[in-house]
């Protein structure tokens, strides 16, 4: 029975190896279970989403390379964060001298994070991948979301070099400084990261799924044709103590509210999800797969790449794709994008 598969990844700066640990489990499972071991998440996904580090991530599984099959493994793409996210998060004393820590303007320099991008995906265009996606940011111009979409970027004003994408996906507000790219016709457009109205994508994925007719039939896709695998970051729910919260100001709540606005957004898509899905019957509503990995030893905080912390993220992916309860919902959702391919 053929489904519209459909792979969702948050936004989480360098936790985004958690997710990635969890989809390369995937990866090598999918291969043992066909016996094919050049098969890859784009062939067994219909349409993929991302935000911010998961916006990366995304790009990354459906980046062709000269024969048009995926660039990376999913372990290559994994370990664009474990070989360079102490680069892209380092903060030379300068930096942090001038930014006041990120207070008075962004805490890292981009130049890393963009040399990474140009290393990994080049002058590929968002047109040329491998399946339709959406990636989200935010246009500060015009003050409203900005999309891309593979499926809609056959035109030159909605083609980008996906290099730009993933900048644009992944400049968290006092991180990285603003975005600002262009499209194939040279118009600019200044963009954020898309984690601050939508850190969780699987609902934007799934509206977006609907306008489609992916499955090319008579009529628009709807949440039974559906399976959607949703995968967080590791996303921990701060607590703010009352004494110490009613007092701060705007410097004070800088950090609390993006965090707050991250996780809050990831847990409201999980819950309108959760609704979709239970309204249909007993073996549809299990094709909706939320994955949120545990932090049991790495600190959480989204910028901390030390050597020692992508350590830790990396075993608690690990320890997390171990679990016995984690292991047969993979083996389940294998068994699945097996058999909703035919």
């Not at 489990?25 to 349409?47: G, S, Y």
């Not at 003050?143 to 909605?158: E, L, R, T, V």
């Amino acid at each position: 029975m053929k489904k519209i598969r459909i792979l969702s990844i948050d936004g989480g700066g360098i936790r985004g190896i958690l997710p990635g640990i969890v989809l390369n489990q995937i990866e090598e499972k999918l291969q043992k279970k066909t016996n094919d071991p050049n098969l890859r998440l784009a062939d067994m996904f219909d349409f993929m989403a991302g935000t911010s580090t998961g916006g990366i991530l995304t790009l990354a599984y459906l980046t062709p390379n000269e024969v048009n099959r995926p660039k990376l493994k999913a372990t290559e793409a994994v370990n664009l964060y474990l070989d360079r996210g102490d680069e892209i998060f380092d903060v030379n004393l300068w930096q942090k001298i001038k930014s006041g820590k990120g207070i008075t303007d962004e805490k890292y320099d981009a130049s890393e994070l963009e040399e990474a991008l140009d290393d990994t995906f080049g002058d590929i265009m968002l047109s040329n991948l491998l399946k339709p996606c959406i990636i989200s940011s935010y246009d500060i111009r015009n003050g409203k979301p900005h999309f891309f979409k593979q499926h809609k970027a056959q035109n030159n004003i909605s083609d980008f070099k996906v290099k730009d994408v993933a900048r644009a996906t992944s400049a968290a507000p006092t991180y990285f400084e603003t975005a600002r790219i262009k499209n194939k016709l040279g118009t600019p457009y200044p963009l954020i990261d898309g984690g601050v109205f939508v850190n969780n994508p699987a609902l934007v994925a799934y509206s977006e799924v609907r306008t489609m007719n992916l499955l090319d039939t008579d009529h628009f896709p709807t949440a039974k044709d559906m399976m959607i695998v949703s995968i967080g970051t590791g996303s921990v729910s701060k607590n703010y103590e009352f004494k110490k919260a009613k007092d701060w100001g705007a410097v004070g709540w800088i950090k609390p509210i993006i965090e707050i606005m991250m996780s809050g957004n990831s847990q409201t898509v999980h819950y309108h999800l959760t609704q979709i899905f239970d309204t249909l019957n007993t073996k549809n509503k299990k094709d909706y797969h939320r994955l949120q990995p545990k932090i049991l030893t790495a600190d959480p905080e989204m910028d901390n790449a030390s050597v020692e912390n992508l350590i830790k993220l990396k075993e608690d992916g690990l320890s997390y794709v171990s679990d016995l309860d984690v292991d047969k919902e993979l083996d389940d959702i294998v068994m699945k994008l097996i058999q909703y391919q035919e």
